[in-house]
C-alpha cells in the first residue's frame, strides 16, 4: 500500500502556506481604536484583531492568531484587504467572504472578482468542518468594528 | 529507507480478518482507506452488521411484555447479551449489568442514582485525564448536591500522580474515585487494581471509565477491585447506541432509579410506584434491542480472537508506531506513561493538527485531530490540540508506515 506524493488539495495554496509561515500584519498596533477576538472552542484557536480608525475609515490592521495555517493566513490576508475600506466596506466584504465560503449565490465557477486574494480560500466549499477557520478572524473584525463609533 | 521491524507475536491472520470489515476496502479520495481513529469509534466486522440485520429481518419485536413468540424471542436475544457481557468483564452476577445508551450515560447514571446518596462535606476525585463524559458528570453532581469535586494530578509523563492521589484520599472524605482506565488521548493505562486498592482503604469506592480499556485487553472487574465499571459498544466493534455499567448488586439495589417509565417499574398507582428488581430498575423504556444484539455479537466476534492475541498485536503496532514516529521530523508525541494502549496523540512543530488531518485525509488516512473531549487536559500539557492515531484489531504495520512516510510530506509541505 505504498502511497508516493502528497496530496495537499487545492486548499492549501501555496499564498495560504506562505502567509501562514511568514504573516506580514501579525502583532499589535500601539494604539488601536478598537480590538476584536475569535475564539474556536472546538480546537482552541484564537485571533485577536486590533484595528485604528481615522474618522471615517480602518488606517491600519493586526491581528495576533493561534491557529492552523487556514486560520492564520485569513487573519493575514483579511488585515491586508481591510486596511482602506471604511467601516461599511469592511462590513460588507466579510458578508461576501462568507457568502463565498458557503458557496451562496452563483455555483458556476464566476466567483466574486472582487474578493481578489480571498479568493484562494474557495476550495473550503468542500471542506465544511474547516470553513470556521477561515471565519474566525472576521469574527474578530467585525466585533472590533462594532466598537468603532465612525 | 530502513525501517524499524515489527514482532508480532499475535498470530493473528490480519488479511482474513480485514476481510471481515467492508469499509476497510473503500477508497477514500481515490486512496486506500488507513483508517486510524478506532478510539474514536471503531469499525463493524460482518458478523456485528449480519447479526443486527438478521434480527430486523427474522427476530424483532419489543421485549419484556409481548406475549407472542417473536416478542419472546427478541427478549431471549437480548437478555442472552446480558448473560455474554456479565462473562466478558467477570461480573458475579448477570443482574448487575445495566443496559445504556453509551459510556457517557452509564457515568451520568452513577452521577445521578448513586450521587443522590452523597451529602455535602463529601467528596469524588477524578483525574486531570478525563475525557468530558468523566468529569462534566460530577461537576453537575457537585452543583446539585455541594459535595467537592477533587482533581488527581498526572505527571508529565503522563501517569496519575498516586503521591497527590493518595493525598486527596487521606481525609477520608472522598466517597468515590471516578478514574479513566486508559487514557483516550495519552494511551495511558492506569493502574485501576492499586487505585482501587488505595480508595477503598480509606472508605471510597471506584468506578473505572472503560471505554477504551475494553478494547485491547481482557477486562475482569473483580480483579480490579472495582465497584462500578463503564464502557461503550460502538468502540469495540459494535453499534453505536448501547452501553454497559457493571455495577455491585448492593450498590445497584441501594441506588434509586436514574429515569422513570416503562419496564423499569414494580407496580404503578397514581399515588406511588415502586421498582423493578436490577438491573430493569435502571433500563426504562424500550432499549435499544437490535443494539444490544449487535453488541453481544462483537463480543462473541472478539472473544474467538482472544485478548492475548488483539493485545499482543496492538502492543507490536504501538512500538512500532512510535519508533516510527520518532524518525519524523519535528513531530512530538504527547505522553510517555509507563504502560499504554494502542492510542498515540501528537504534535508537530510548525503545523496545527488540523491542517495535519486535513492533508492526511486528502491522502486517505483518518486520523482525529482536536481536543479530544479532554479540555481541561489540554490545558495542563500547554496544548490546544493534539493529532491522535489509535489503532484496533484490524491496523496493519504497513499502515503506520503511509501515516508516517505522509507526515514527512506534509511537515515538508509547511517548512
Given amino acids: ?150 | 529507507m530502513s525501517h524499524p521491524s515489527m514482532t508480532d507475536t499475535s498470530g493473528l491472520d490480519l488479511t482474513a480478518i480485514r476481510k471481515q470489515f467492508p469499509i476497510l476496502s473503500e477508497k477514500v479520495h481515490d486512496r486506500p482507506l488507513v483508517f486510524l481513529d478506532s478510539a474514536a469509534s471503531a469499525q463493524k466486522p460482518d458478523a456485528v452488521i449480519n447479526a443486527m440485520v438478521h434480527t430486523m429481518h427474522h427476530q424483532y419485536a419489543n421485549i419484556h411484555r409481548g406475549l407472542y413468540w417473536l416478542s419472546e424471542r427478541a427478549t431471549e436475544a437480548y437478555e442472552a447479551v446480558r448473560d455474554q457481557v456479565a462473562g466478558f468483564l467477570n461480573a458475579p452476577s448477570r443482574e448487575e449489568i445495566v443496559f445504556t445508551r453509551n459510556s457517557t450515560e452509564a457515568i451520568n447514571l452513577v452521577a445521578y442514582s448513586f450521587g443522590s446518596l452523597l451529602t455535602p462535606g463529601q467528596a469524588v476525585v477524578i483525574s486531570e485525564m478525563e475525557h468530558h463524559a468523566n468529569l462534566v458528570p460530577w461537576q453537575m453532581l457537585r452543583d446539585r448536591m455541594g459535595i467537592e469535586l477533587r482533581i488527581a494530578p498526572i505527571t508529565d509523563a503522563g501517569d496519575l500522580d498516586m503521591e497527590a492521589f493518595g493525598q486527596l484520599l487521606s481525609d477520608g472524605k472522598v466517597a468515590l474515585v471516578a478514574i479513566t482506565h486508559m487514557s483516550n488521548v495519552l494511551g495511558t493505562i492506569t493502574p485501576a487494581r492499586q487505585i482501587a486498592d488505595m480508595a477503598h482503604a480509606t472508605g471510597a469506592l471506584v468506578l473505572f471509565d472503560g471505554s477504551q480499556a475494553v478494547v485491547h485487553h481482557r477486562t475482569d472487574v473483580q480483579a480490579l477491585g472495582a465497584d462500578f465499571y463503564t464502557f461503550t459498544g460502538h468502540k469495540l466493534y459494535g453499534p453505536t447506541g448501547i452501553g454497559v455499567l457493571w455495577a455491585r448488586r448492593a450498590l445497584l439495589e441501594d441506588m434509586p432509579p436514574f429515569m422513570g417509565g416503562g419496564d423499569m417499574i414494580s407496580t404503578v398507582t397514581f399515588e406511588k410506584s415502586t421498582w423493578a428488581n436490577v438491573p430493569h430498575k435502571f433500563e426504562a423504556g424500550t432499549p435499544a434491542i437490535v443494539e444490544a444484539i449487535g453488541l453481544g455479537a462483537a463480543i462473541e466476534w472478539v472473544e474467538k480472537f482472544g485478548f492475548d492475541a488483539i493485545a499482543a498485536h496492538e502492543q507490536a503496532l504501538t512500538t512500532y508506531a512510535l519508533e516510527r514516529l520518532a524518525t519524523v521530523p519535528g513531530l512530538n508525541v504527547v505522553g510517555h506513561p509507563k504502560k499504554r494502549g494502542g492510542v498515540i496523540s501528537f504534535t508537530m512543530a510548525d503545523v496545527h493538527p488540523h491542517d495535519i488531518a486535513t492533508l492526511l485525509d486528502r491522502n486517505g488516512i483518518a486520523v482525529r485531530a482536536g481536543h479530544h473531549c479532554a479540555e481541561p487536559l489540554m490545558r495542563r500539557l500547554g496544548l490546544t490540540a493534539t493529532a491522535r492515531a489509535s489503532f484496533g484489531i484490524y491496523t496493519l504495520q504497513e499502515e503506520i508506515d503511509v501515516l508516517a512516510d505522509t507526515l514527512v510530506r506534509i511537515r515538508e509541505f509547511f517548512v
Fill in chain 1, 1 to 150: 500500500m505504498t502511497q508516493t506524493g502528497l496530496d495537499s488539495d487545492a486548499l492549501y495554496d501555496r499564498v495560504i502556506v506562505e502567509r501562514a509561515r511568514a504573516p506580514q500584519y501579525a502583532g499589535k498596533l500601539e494604539a488601536p481604536s478598537v480590538q476584536g477576538e475569535g475564539k474556536n472552542p472546538m480546537c482552541g484557536d484564537k485571533t485577536r484583531v486590533d484595528i485604528a480608525l481615522d474618522a471615517t475609515h480602518i488606517q491600519s490592521v493586526r491581528h495576533t492568531t493561534r491557529g492552523c495555517a487556514i486560520c492564520a493566513a485569513a487573519a493575514d490576508l483579511m488585515a491586508q484587504q481591510v486596511s482602506g475600506l471604511d467601516v461599511a466596506q469592511a462590513v460588507s466584504l466579510s458578508g461576501r467572504f462568507s457568502a463565498m465560503l458557503v458557496g451562496e449565490g452563483s455555483s458556476t465557477a464566476t466567483a466574486d472578482t472582487s474578493l481578489g486574494p480571498l479568493e484562494v480560500f474557495q476550495p473550503l466549499r468542500s471542506h465544511k468542518a474547516r470553513i470556521r477557520c477561515a471565519e474566525l478572524p472576521w469574527i474578530a473584525l467585525k466585533e472590533a468594528l462594532s466598537h468603532a463609533d465612525v
